[in-house]
């Protein structure tokens, strides 16, 4: 292979990277309703947690660790394929390991994992520019990544660091999400507490589209924490709308991208 050159993955269409510069701003949580929104639309869509030192996605969907001679990886729930770290390691066990170890690990649950066919991976990145996102920016044949923010200032700074790692390794930055955007008021009016309009001013800031608003809401996280996230348990909720728009938004991107081939989708 030559330099620079990334390690095809045969039957995979697109590969989404999602990313924030610092931890806290739901990035896992936004990672598991894009995939299953993109589900929703008819896509074959797998879900990769990235993240060696603090896996999500088993939590998020009810799953723990898994007897490998029973249930082949990845694992297989709500139309998604699954894979993470903590289907192997015990949740209450801290993975010790230095740089080369994770980057070896992510490597192995991208290239060694048999995904099959699938019009879209979804890999959620641990926070910050360490040596996950590195191996994967560098290796990983991605179409495209998606950061996520919160409105703040302190996580506008850190998602910059996001964008700017993504831009050194030549990843098509596909557009900024704002989670836990606003407060949905009873008489319909919108509640800022964290600030308003930080994701749009550095989309607008970069260059690349915004891609929406994910506002707060408590049901977010119980969801997650009955391993049924938002999409799949409340599909009619204002949230879970917010994120359907968002996967056509990202559809519809992809379209416009060589690899093709994915049905149109509507609201």
């Not at 993470?84 to 070896?104: H, T, Y």
């Not at 700017?164 to 919108?190: H, T």
Request: with cysteine; proline share 10%; hydrophobic share 40%.
């Amino acid at each position: 292979m030559q330099p620079g050159q990334k390690t095809p993955l045969p039957g995979i269409k697109h590969v989404i990277a999602v990313a924030s510069g610092k931890g806290g701003v739901g990035k896992s949580t936004v990672s598991a309703n894009l995939a299953l929104a993109l589900h929703m639309y008819g896509q074959r869509v797998g879900l990769m947690d990235a993240d060696i030192y603090g896996p999500s996605v088993p939590h998020m969907f009810g799953l723990g660790v898994v007897d490998q001679t029973r249930t082949p990886f990845p694992i297989e729930k709500f139309g998604l394929k699954l894979m993470s770290m903590g289907f192997l390691v015990d949740p209450n066990q801290p993975v010790i390991w230095r740089g080369p170890k994770v980057a070896g690990a992510v490597s192995d649950l991208l290239f060694r994992v048999p995904w099959g066919e699938l019009d879209f991976l979804v890999i959620d990145l641990p926070p910050g520019t360490g040596d996950a996102q590195l191996t994967l920016s560098q290796s990983a044949p991605l179409t495209g990544s998606i950061v996520v923010t919160q409105p703040a200032e302190v996580s506008l700074i850190d998602a910059r660091k996001g964008v700017r790692m993504f831009e050194a390794v030549n990843v098509p930055i596909l557009g900024i999400i704002e989670n836990m955007s606003y407060l949905p008021m009873p008489d319909g009016s919108k509640l800022h507490p964290l600030g308003q309009g930080g994701g749009a001013k550095l989309a607008a800031e970069i260059g690349v589209p915004f891609l929406g608003e994910i506002p707060i809401d408590p049901v977010v996280s119980a969801c997650g924490d009955g391993g049924e996230p938002i999409v799949r348990k409340h599909t009619d909720h204002p949230v879970s709308q917010s994120y359907l728009k968002l996967a056509q938004t990202v559809v519809n991107e992809m379209l416009k991208r060589p690899a093709g081939g994915l049905p149109e989708v509507e609201l």
